[in-house]
């Protein structure tokens, strides 16, 4: 039986849940449609999601297509949750990418076909709402070539676009008028006898060629349809186990896997959905995880796929067509097709999940979302989209409820690994990093729903960075005053390349160290530099360490280990902060907040009102073209944009942006209140770590 993991893509509002639900209906696997409308949709379970009418946590659920097993991924569509997608890319074979027929290419769109493109996988386009008024089919076919520079192939036509009749009646032999023309931009063969102009091409050797260049993202067929009537959704599943490829991986191979989602069972308990990539993994398995640490696997679910004859809602089946309950119209399920699962409401404990299969698992207590299982498996861990941008304090209703609420932030920053969280003792303050304003409603309803807890949010604030104004250099030496550790340790600080991060060097010997004292050195710049001379982590940076030394073991004659005679780790842990901010705090820094570059399609006569808008928000141009305006914003005044842009344009203006760079903030740098012991303040840092000590 072949595997397909299947993701559901799409910008907001262009139905990919009623997709996800007519294909299961389709599939003979639910005897009536949910409706986002009524939220009675197989995937969106969150209570919140039900309310809004958005997928907001990637649901999976297994259905057969002849001999195919599809593990479908409806993913979110609103660019708050676009860390959502952004984990469950990493387990994709294959892509469904939803267009509305009337809205057309969207921003989100954009930002989606290019992390799609940029990690080659297949996708396949499903046109949907061909039956809406104002439906335009042809138009967005254009666009998607257009406005996507992409090679696409529409697999039929549409008839009655924008009626309750539209249809969709796809091309004789599975091949359009213009499919050579693109298959032949990568086919040799095909080319030459396009040139040359000899016999016609057999269908089937173009269905070949196009199969063969779908798998390799070389091209992108176009499929259209409607969810709600299930026009053309039999084409398009015909196309999944066609068009799209099998998972790979071998059985026999070493395991290697991700963690891409992350639930709490009834007791609490953590359960861990995961994608394996290469070999088997049983019950009773140890494995490793990030940070040097073990896990045993202590049970495994893998989704059961029904729908051979006879069974529930097979063919002839109970719940099949011949047993159906009154209902609406439904779609012919391709042969073989068969009852979805969810492994939260079907899974079978296999004892065993092999390479290609999805499964959630028990007992990896410590494991985190976007974790790989034993080798690093392909693009696991990558972040293909920009890190939050934004920072808001989140406050109990309660000030007793505090605890609590820090407990349950922290199982939800499991669940979201971009959920950065900033415990403020001194003022007893909790912040969260954010991609957009949505969020805060989100985990507001999460908590509330899951946690009995109301919280209140502030208004969100710009995350800056700091990078490195100069070189600086600073060392204490053992036995020196003012220094008060046993050890020496001297640093120096200097700007490094653009997107480096903190890059971590030596100037001294390999052998002058004990290998335990050098890692904590590297550690401890590490986790100092998260917070600048004013606030902000520090980035784009190279730190060499210069000097070091320190005391042997030394014991009392009775054999005693004398700490106040020998150096330990917790003296280059303590001495470090030190350093490296005095290193810094002599190089200075400059304080840089994110800025975000954006696309602007609008009418022409509009441009004049929206120009000075966007000079007040400190936008800047750098293309105008009619219709068109390019440029960047600083990512704080993004938000105000999208909200001013409907009434300036008339409702027809659209906003593409997409984090870019950081630049130097324009006027006073803002800090950030400080966590923990300040090395800034030398008498109170030290008054405080020695106490701790």
Known sequence: MRTLNLGILAHVDAGKTSLTERLLLAAGAIDELGSVDDGSTRTDTLDLERRRGITIKSAVVSFAV????????????????????????????????????????????????????????????????????????????????????????????????GTARAAFRPFDGGCGPELIDVLALHDDALLAAYVEGGPPVPPARLRAALAEQTRRALVHPVFFGSAITGAGVAELMAGLRELLPAAGGDPEGPVSGAVFKIERGPAGEKLAYARLFSGTLRVRDRLRLPGGTEARVTAIEVPSVSGAPGAPGAPGGPGGPAHRRPGPARTPHPPGAGRPSRPSDAGRPPGAVAAGQIARLRGLDAVRVGDPLGEPPPRAGTGHFAPPTLETVVSPARPADRGALLLALTRLAEQDPLIGLRQDDARGEISLTLYGEVQKEVIQATLLDEAGLEVTFRESTTICVERPAGTGAAAELIGKPPNPFLATVGLRVEPGPPGGGVRFRLEVELGSLPHAFMRTIEETVHDTLRQGLRGWQVIDCVVTLTHSGYWARQSHSGGVFDKSMSSTAGDFRNLTPLVVLEALRRAGTVVCEPVHRFTLELPADTAG????????????????????????????????????????????????????????????????????????DRKEYLLRVQRRV
């Open 66 to 161: 002849g001999d195919t097993t599809v593990n479908l991924i409806d993913t979110p569509g609103h660019p708050d949750f676009i860390a959502e997608v952004e984990r469950v890319l990493n387990v994709l074979d294959g892509v469904v990418l939803v267009v509305s027929a009337v809205e057309g290419v969207q921003a989100q769109t954009r930002v989606l076909m290019r992390t799609l493109r940029r990690l080659g996988i297949p996708t396949l386009f499903f046109v949907n709402k061909i039956d809406r008024r104002g439906a335009r089919p042809r138009g967005v076919l254009a666009e998607l070539a257009a406005r996507l520079a992409l090679p696409v192939a529409a697999m039929g036509e549409v008839t009655g676009a």
């Open 609 to 680: 009102e929206v120009l000075p808008v966007l000079a007040r928000l400190g936008a800047v141009p750098r293309r105008q073209d009619r219709g068109l305006i390019e440029g960047e914003i600083p990512a704080a005044r993004v938000h105000e944009l999208g909200q001013r842009l409907p009434g300036l344009t008339r409702g027809e203006g659209v906003l593409e942006t997409a984090f870019d760079r950081y630049r130097p903030v324009r006027g006073p740098a803002p800090a950030r209140p400080r966590l923990g012991p300040d090395p800034l």
